[in-house]
């Protein structure tokens, strides 16, 4: 039997009749180790042993521990992802993981895990009557966590990365005008909670962020709006949380109506303001929007209050996030430019501003297609003039015309 060159392991029969082979392995620590490969037939182990050889070749480390996708799961909710992500979206994750993915594939070995298996993952999701949101979402959960098995050099790709996404195609959100917008406000002036709404229209904020403003956190002396933090419930506790993205974090400038109506509401409140804290620390003291006892307002509840209101006022409903977006394309109708509109809407990137959160309006729809269609007559009787004066000595020269501005939406939320 020729001998076997050094590196490419020992293959050997055991005394009890089962096959053997010895090779040495990298782990991803650096150090190098002699592992054992044991099964009942000889070909088994020697496929094993390509597979081990193979992967040693490759520079890929060896992994004492045969992972299935339900423990590595665990494993990256446990120690990977709550340094990562927030507690709202880690409560999301867990709820995918153990109701859609665990199920469909959780047994699977990451090791061997194929496109085939995250097929039939989302062919099993589809069979359980999932939409295609659900099956998406659960595709880049299992996604994220492969990634992390790749960096931790444990697999060579990600499966999930090569099979077609479901197609999904978010519904159109549906915002209000400024007319609507202004008369949603003058019909809710009356109410405890004006506040709130009147921060959510005019500056886009999101809810969390108006319920996790403080009274420390704005500035009259100077005229700022620190938005500093936003409060939200986990695991069935009101908590104050870090603000989504870096951006997030933001001044924005206090408007005189914004001014009235906080010290207004102070007023009704008995609320002694204090002077800005430059300061911050997470807290859930002293907010801006309170209920009768003086706590943090539960969002939920502020949800309720605006659907009852926007019942009274009898205006088309929408979402209570899409006050963000009917402020966002009321910048946009006012010719606010990009960058700034993100800035004060607090967005990671520019593409979130215009592909999501701004929107078109019939009105700029009217008035630009009004601005070329006027444009297209303007040359066609340019046309028809200069054939009338063809035989003129004197070249028909047009004046330029001057600029057409879109016709801008009147701002006012407070008439």
């Keep these: 039997m020729k001998r076997r060159d050094n590196g490419d392991g020992t293959l050997f029969k ?15 620590n650096g150090e190098r180790k002699r592992i054992c490969i044991t099964k009942k037939d000889r070909e088994a182990v020697r496929i ?26 665990d494993y990256w909710m446990r120690d990977i992802q709550p340094h990562r992500v927030r507690e709202t979206t880690m409560a999301i994750y867990d709820v995918m993981i153990k109701n859609h993915i665990k199920p469909a594939c959780g047994n699977c070995k990451l090791r061997s895990l194929s496109t085939y298996n995250v097929r039939h993952m989302l062919e099993v999701l589809k069979e359980n009557g999932c939409s295609e949101r659900t099956r998406l979402a659960c595709l ?92 939200g419930r986990v695991n069935g506790v009101i908590k104050a949380r870090e603000l989504k993205t870096g951006n997030s974090r933001r001044v924005l400038p206090l408007m005189s109506n914004v001014r009235a109506a906080l010290l207004e509401h102070a007023e009704k409140n008995g609320v002694v303001l204090s002077p800005f804290n430059p300061y911050f620390k997470l807290s859930i ?16 509840n502020l949800t309720r ?85 063809s035989n003129s000595s004197k070249k028909y020269r047009p004046m330029p015309s001057d600029n057409k501005r879109i016709t801008e939406v009147e701002y006012i939320l407070c008439a």
């Excluded at 002293?286 to 003086?294: H, L, N, P």
Aim: charge should be positive.
């Design 305 to 389: 209050y605006y659907n009852d209101l926007v019942e009274k006022a009898n205006l088309p409903r929408i979402k209570i996030h899409a006050m963000r977006h009917t402020a966002a394309t009321l910048l946009k109708d006012l010719n606010v430019p990009v960058k700034d509109a993100q800035l004060i809407l607090g967005h990671s990137s520019i593409s979130t501003t215009l592909n999501i959160y701004q929107h078109g309006t019939p009105e700029t729809h009217r008035t630009a297609i009004s601005a070329v269609e006027s444009r297209l007559l303007e040359h066609e009787q340019l046309k028809s003039d200069s054939s009338f004066d």
């Design 48 to 73: 094993k042993l390509r597979e081990v050889l193979k992967q040693e070749n490759n520079r890929v480390p060896y992994s004492e521990k045969d992972w299935t996708i339900a423990e590595y799961l």
């Design 285 to 300: 003291s002293g907010t801006v929007v309170a209920s009768k006892a003086g706590t943090p307002l539960e969002p939920r």
């Design 14 to 28: 055991r005394k009890d009749g089962r096959w053997s082979a010895q090779v040495y392995v990298t782990l991803a």
């Design 140 to 231: 880049r959960i299992l996604s994220a966590c492969l990634n992390c098995a790749v960096r931790e050099e444990l697999i060579f790709r990600n499966a999930a990365q090569l099979v077609e996404k479901p197609k999904y195609i978010p519904k159109e959100t549906t915002i209000w005008t400024a007319e609507q917008a202004a008369l949603f406000l003058r019909t809710i002036k009356e109410h405890p909670q004006y506040i709130a709404f009147l921060l959510l229209l005019t500056y886009g904020m999101r809810r969390g962020e108006v319920l996790g403003l403080r009274w420390s956190d704005i500035d009259f002396d100077s005229g700022w709006i620190h938005v500093r933090q936003q409060i």
